[in-house]
């Protein structure tokens, strides 16, 4: 039997009545921006914001096109968004990449664990496009930004879920059916599982380690329903592996 997964308000933009001003603000001398949560005032949501310019501003990175992906009857599909699409657009997005593309081919891209995305016109045509998302978003690879140290144990993880997709029945459908928070602390559970396998491992990635014991606890405190969707959807994933291989 499938396990239920736990549900979750949808990520909400900054300042919910007037999102569109004030990413227009953010992103008024930018091609996009990472805006982190700030806990202390009790926000869990991430915000990646990009802006789409009819006419590229040659100041900064400019992006004219974004690929994503969502869940459609439990597959994922990939999905563009530019200047072409049908816009407003208030929609759940699905886990995996985000790439941003300017008109020379060059792209910035994001690993995210899925949630909610907003697109509008602002006043002068400008697309303001909003992925939020109750989990971390990524910075993956790009000419105009770091990575994210956790950028690449994430791409790991991601490729790992990837299997059972790709060769057991259900196993999509299962994952698709799982929170952006659930899909999150799975992963944790992910690499404390691969830390506590190998101590020279363990021992040479301090960083992570001490990471992966704070959030642990910090989830474990905040969202423990989704803690413990995690630990039976990863239960679950084994099992049909498992027949599978019968």
Not at 16 to 32: M, V
Not at 162 to 168: A, G, L, N, Q, T
Not at 176 to 191: E, K
Request: glycine share 8%; aromatic share 8%.
């Amino acid at each position: 039997m499938l396990v239920t997964m736990t549900t979750e308000p949808h990520a909400s933009v900054p300042d919910e009545g007037r999102w569109l001003d004030q990413a227009s603000k953010i992103l008024a001398n930018l091609g996009f921006e990472l805006v982190e949560p700030n806990r202390a005032r009790g926000d869990e949501t991430t915000h990646l914001l990009i802006a789409l310019r009819a006419q590229p501003t040659l100041a900064h990175f400019d992006p004219e096109k974004i690929d994503y992906w969502v869940t459609e009857s439990g597959r994922g599909r990939p999905r563009l968004l530019d200047c072409e699409t049908r816009l407003p657009i208030a929609s759940d997005y699905a886990w995996g990449r985000i790439v941003a593309t300017d008109r020379l081919g060059v792209r910035n891209e994001f690993l995210s664990f899925g949630g909610a995305l907003r697109a509008q016109a602002a006043s002068d045509g400008t697309i303001l496009v909003d992925f939020g998302s109750r989990a971390p978003i990524l910075r993956w690879s790009g000419h105009s930004q770091t990575t994210d140290p956790l950028s690449s144990e994430v791409g790991a993880f991601f490729g790992r879920i990837k299997v059972p997709i790709d060769f057991v029945p259900g196993a999509e459908g299962l994952i698709a059916g799982s929170t952006p928070t659930t899909l999150y602390c799975a992963f944790i559970q992910y690499v404390r599982e691969r830390l506590g396998q190998a101590r020279t491992f363990r021992d040479a990635n301090r960083w992570l380690t001490d990471w992966s014991a704070r959030e642990t606890q910090r989830v474990q405190a905040v969202s423990p329903e989704h803690w413990n969707a995690a630990t039976e959807l990863r239960k679950q994933l084994s099992a049909i592996e498992a027949i599978a291989r019968e």
